[in-house]
T-cell receptor, first 114, second 116 residues
Framework: EPEVTQTPSHQVTQMGQEVILRCVPI?????FYWYRQILGQKVEFLVS????????KSEIFDDQFSVERPDGSNFTLKIRSTKLEDSAMYFC????????????FGQGTRLTVV | GENVEQHPSTLSVQEGDSAVIKCTYSDSASNYFPWYKQELGKRPQLIID?????GEKKDQRIAVTLNKTAKHFSLHITETQPEDSAVYFC???????????????FGKGTKLSVIP
């Protein structure tokens, strides 16, 4: 069964450093998303991406965040200057269609900012 | 924006009993309501979803009901088993004509424990 894959599974970084989280969505999917989950809290939407541009973003997704699809398979989330409060599990997801079709989630990247 | 409230936050049931988790949403335009199961340290996985044109959907031991007037939807698990133990999240999304609102708004989750 096709899966969304994310790398790395765990990343530790120092405050102020840049991090790039990587995702390979399911190959025939057209819509890509990043969500985050702070420990013990609910999953929160960050951004959606379609046709090589951001479709929608939340207030969490400020200027420190950016997304990119550098080639036909990868989808990346960059955090320019990490803060302690960026520590969370970051999930990539993809779907064939729009917001009323199943979103498949990756296994997540646990980001720890120290 | 959309707000999804989920109750209870924790739920313990005896194996074989039923479990019910309830969610309410605020945006009457929401029309897609998935439920995700997340086992400890793993990815959220879709277990069932419902669209606003139906009131109930069932898949073996799992069922979801939707009341559009009251803006609430519920997950029902019958004959619970220990492997049902996990955190369950409800979510809501909406699709406008000609475009999509691509985000899922999640509830805070319910930790279900099934006691053997």
């Amino acid at each position: 069964e096709p899966e969304v894959t994310q790398t790395p599974s765990h990343q530790v970084t120092q405050m102020g450093q840049e991090v790039i989280l990587r995702c390979v969505p399911i190959s025939n999917h057209l819509y890509f998303y990043w969500y985050r989950q702070i420990l013990g809290q609910k999953v929160e939407f960050l951004v959606s991406f379609y046709n090589n541009e951001i479709s929608e973003k939340s207030e969490i997704f400020d200027d420190q965040f950016s997304v990119e699809r550098p080639d036909g398979s990868n989808f990346t989330l960059k955090i320019r200057s990490t803060k302690l409060e960026d520590s969370a599990m970051y999930f990539c997801a993809s779907s064939v269609g729009r917001g009323d079709t199943e979103a498949f989630f990756g296994q997540g990247t646990r980001l720890t900012v120290v | 924006g959309e707000n999804v409230e989920q109750h209870p936050s924790t739920l313990s049931v005896q194996e074989g009993d039923s479990a019910v988790i309830k969610c309410t949403y605020s945006d009457s335009a929401s029309n897609y309501f998935p439920w995700y199961k997340q086992e400890l340290g793993k990815r959220p996985q879709l277990i069932i979803d419902i669209r606003s044109n139906v009131g109930e959907k069932k898949d073996q031991r799992i069922a979801v009901t939707l009341n559009k007037t009251a803006k609430h939807f519920s997950l029902h698990i019958t004959e619970t088993q220990p492997e049902d133990s996990a955190v369950y999240f409800c979510a809501a999304s909406k699709v406008h004509s000609g475009a999509g609102s691509y985000q899922l708004t999640f509830g805070k989750g319910t930790k279900l424990s099934v006691i053997p």
